[in-house]
Nanobody, 124 residues
Framework: QVQLVESGGGLVQAGGSLRVSCAAS????????MGWFRQVPGKERDFVAA????????YYHSSVKGRFTISRDNAKNTVYLQMDSLKPDDTAVYYC?????????????????WGQGAQVTVSS
């Protein structure tokens, strides 16, 4: 049974930092690229960041580049999103996802598996 379980969300003040984690099970983690997306009520789910299977390539949306860092630990079957210099506009539910390919990682349709999401709230 495939599972992606996010953790580490919460409430933080603007300018602060937060790290969300996603623990994977039920599939061969090292064979999947991983991504983070976010969604606010009434809007589409948007790409945030992605990392290749081996972790040697990373991709970011322009709005988070330089503030967010995606990483993975294939030994622990876990992907992380370190979020620094947070802004109120970063408030959203953050979802991790797994893709069986190492390309088109900004596309929501590329991903095979999804987590249940973790709420991140940034207060001003």
């Amino acid at each position: 049974q495939v599972q992606l379980v996010e953790s580490g969300g919460g409430l933080v003040q603007a300018g602060g930092s937060l790290r969300v984690s996603c623990a994977a099970s039920g599939f061969t983690f090292r064979s999947y690229a991983m991504g983070w997306f976010r969604q606010v009520p009434g809007k589409e789910r948007d790409f945030v960041a992605a990392i290749s299977r081996r972790g040697d390539s990373t991709y970011y949306h322009s709005s988070v580049k330089g503030r967010f860092t995606i990483s993975r630990d294939n030994a622990k079957n876990t992907v992380y999103l370190q979020m620094d210099s947070l802004k109120p506009d970063d408030t959203a539910v953050y979802y991790c996802a797994a893709a069986g390919v190492d390309y088109l990682l900004e596309g929501i349709g590329t991903y095979d598996y999804w987590g249940q999401g973790a709420q991140v709230t940034v207060s001003s």
